[in-house]
């Protein structure tokens, strides 16, 4: 496996692959890889006959007093893991690479940015659709690999490359789950062996959200007062949202009809760590 | 020559060239060609395997009260221009085709678009740029061909290309002027024989602008009067700007150093018809 740092090389790299005709996925990722990452390396490794896993950690979609600083960060073990996974190529650019003096381009994908995540997180998905946007024309994938746990993030990149014409196929990966249900997220090592017992909370609350759907709830309100119920068990956390919405465009009817898909999306800080999940579900018929 | 209107069909014909390891060049133009259209398309026939001239009004980047319904349009007669120049593909997708419903991404090249035509046209680098990055997607060119008659665009989609790490070249081309200098547009048949009579002012204001710098002159101010003056004998014509500005950023100082690269820029309406025009030169050394 080759480990790639600049731009130069990485664009070299993906010109020779598609001049031989080979087919290449890319996986991107900030690094300190866990499960979920590999479930979408490995996919990829079985899909298409070259692997890129991007790690960069983005500073263009943190906001200020955000976790840019202390996200954690490993090379070496990330290049281990991303190795056994299935990668052909780590891409591991620097900022100074990504964001030379004089940068200046920000891409904006709409409504669609401004709910939930970007509500609570100004230009965070101007910052994910801008960097996804570099990193697809740097590696010129065929298939490019995200996990459900990002949703809204997942529904981001899909208008860009629809919008944009970006000839790119998406495979959206469901959410790798520790044995308790927490959702894997390189964040969860923030948490205190306190706070770690508490977050699955997150995941027993968006159980709730589907159990009540599935019992016949359509009421948005009710739904969601299932799941804050829940979270309001967990000591020290602050629920930024935990909100039924349409799973297409995140919009919040005061009732979903039958056959609808409906995301159940959740923020909440623990301490100081900030946690998302999600579960997709369809309203039923009588 | 083909003609092509369908996304999914141009998308084909791009990879098709590709695995047949051709190089595309792509032309893209608003049609109602002239012969600065012609030298883009026969400079790009000469440098690529196969040239795609596309022909779209691009509604995203005309303001409310510009221009957009009164555009000139001829299907029949581009098509004729673009296969004696050299085109192997003409693509003119539907407005539908483009933006269809749902369509929310813009793309913003940050402070080199808010200068001068954007400033006057707020929005048009948007769209210009918006658009720009879904014909490449969709036509895959390895070169791209614009005139420096649209400086500040060319400047623009610059940014765009090297911010999003694009993996195309820019070839920019003089621009071509009609015998008494003044600038080929598509817009210049919104104008009256007395108002094309007087056009060729705007060509004389360079001039004048250019000779005051190559007298020695360096003076931001002084050197915009000379234009201004210029422009002034035209009747019934509204000036938006007539400027000197650092040729890389667009920048304002009060002076030029010797060895600065300038560009003078004009916008400037007659009558109802909007031209803009420019000229690059360098501050000689005393």
Known sequence: MQVI???????QWSQQQRRMGKTIGVVPTMGYLHDGHCSLIERAATECDAVVTTIFVNPLQFGQGEDFE???RDMERDTTIARA???SVVFAPTTAEMYPSGFATTIDVGPIAERFEGAFRPGHFRGV?????????????????????DYQQCLVISQMV?????????????????????????RN??????????????????????D??????????HINKRMQ?????????????????TAERLEEPDEFPPGASVVLLLAVRIGSTRLIDNMLTTVPYD
Not at 162 to 186: C, E, F, H, K, Y
Not at 192 to 209: C, N, V
Not at 212 to 221: D, M, Q, S, T
Not at 231 to 239: K, V
Request: hydrophobic fraction near 45%; proline fraction near 4%; charge should be positive.
């Open 5 to 11: 740092t600049a731009i130069s090389e990485m664009q």
């Open 70 to 72: 202390r996200y954690p």
């Open 85 to 87: 996974a299935g990668s």
């Open 129 to 149: 659709a801008t960097v996804v946007a570099k990193l697809f024309n740097l590696t010129q994938p065929h298939v490019a690999y995200f996990g459900q746990k």
């Open 162 to 186: 629809r919008d944009l014409n970006m000839d790119i196929t998406l495979r959206i990966l469901p959410t790798v789950r520790d044995q308790d249900g927490l959702a894997m997220s390189s």
């Open 189 to 210: 090592v923030y948490l205190s062996a306190e706070q770690r017992r508490t977050a699955s909370l997150l995941y027993r609350a968006l159980q709730a959200g589907i």
């Open 212 to 221: 009540a759907i599935a019992r016949g709830e359509r009421r948005r309100e």
């Open 229 to 245: 119920e829940i979270l309001d068990q967990i000591p020290d956390a602050r629920i930024d949202y935990a909100a039924a919405a």
